[in-house]
């Protein structure tokens, strides 16, 4: 009985740890891809990949996707500009500095309500010059009108075609890009899925305005304009700021694990395999849970009845 009160302990243990353990296997999982910049966005703001750390001003932090504290983070400003949105840093060591070849992926949350254009990420958002901003640089992923978009080189692209956003969820977003492509060619794949949903929607951007896939953009454009990468907001360098990424100043959107890799083009399934741990524990899991409680319970209650002999 000695040997078995173990086991059924080891069991128990097992299951409980699944779900926490797949936060360490989706970094592990992005690090393996030789990314050129992650940052965890935990409450240190320092990247574990790459160099150039966020600055910011009343930044806060909240639960992550797993379920750790301060892991994430949140932005409750309401104030135009955002004090809460965290600016890379300037040229040259902007992570996404103009750019023809790349990749990037990113967790989110997507609070409840009906808001304006919410920013959840901005490099260059503007269809033409701004001040020292080159034009067709334009990154950005936003909600508006209650759809995603992204805002590439010269063009925004709905993202309808992806699924209906969800409140009080945990969204996975990552594309990549080659925008050295020819006409008629995929210059953008673009990936988004509830994180744990199991359904990964995957769409793509063409290049030139002769192109045959419905969205184009221009043949000038890049990723990135050098000038600094923005979380939950406008870039600070575009005019017309909008607010945080936060729904009437009470419900704060949330980024998290930004991992970007300059010059290197992610395969569909290197994306998979990302979003893949983000999974909830199996039904199988929670029953093995279950017998472990059981048995567990089974051996106090046999040993309750030994000492009572």
């Known amino acids: 009985m000695k040997t078995q009160i173990p086991i059924a302990l080891t069991v128990l243990f097992a299951a409980v740890s699944v779900h926490a353990q797949t936060l360490a296997a989706y970094q ?29 001003t009343g930044t806060s932090f909240t639960s992550d996707y797993f379920g750790n504290a301060n892991d994430a983070v949140s932005f409750s400003g309401s104030t135009s500009p955002s004090p809460d949105a965290l600016n890379g840093p300037g040229s040259p060591n902007d992570i996404l500095a103009n750019h023809t070849v790349g990749s990037l992926s990113l967790l989110f949350y997507m609070p409840a309500g009906t808001p304006g254009t919410q920013y959840i990420f901005s490099d260059g958002e503007a269809t033409a010059a701004v001040g020292t901003e080159p034009a067709a640089t334009a990154f950005a992923l936003d909600f508006s009108s209650g759809t995603f978009q992204l805002k590439s080189g010269n063009t925004s692209t709905t993202l309808t075609s992806l699924g209906v956003p969800a409140a009080n969820t945990w969204y996975y ?9 020819s006409s008629n060619s995929t210059a953008i794949n673009v990936y988004l899925g509830a994180a744990g949903g199991g359904t990964l929607a995957t769409g793509t951007i063409g290049r030139q305005v002769n192109g045959t896939l419905g969205n184009k953009i221009s043949s000038t454009a890049v990723i990135g304009d050098g000038l600094g990468f923005v979380l939950g907001n406008r870039q600070t360098q575009g005019s017309g700021q909008t607010a945080g990424f936060n729904i009437g100043g009470t419900s704060p959107g949330a980024d998290d694990e930004l991992a970007i890799w300059n010059g290197t083009v992610l395969t569909s399934g290197q994306i998979t395999s990302q979003y893949n741990t983000l999974v909830v524990p199996e039904p199988s899991t929670y029953a093995v849970l279950g017998i472990g409680t059981l048995i567990l319970l089974c051996f106090h209650r046999k040993i309750g009845a030994h000492l009572q002999r």
């Open 28 to 56: 592990s999982t992005v690090d393996g891809q030789s990314p050129s910049y992650h940052n965890t966005l935990d409450n240190t703001l320092v990247p574990s990949v790459g160099t150039g750390t966020f600055t910011s």
């Open 173 to 181: 977003f990552a594309a990549t890009w080659n925008t050295t492509v």
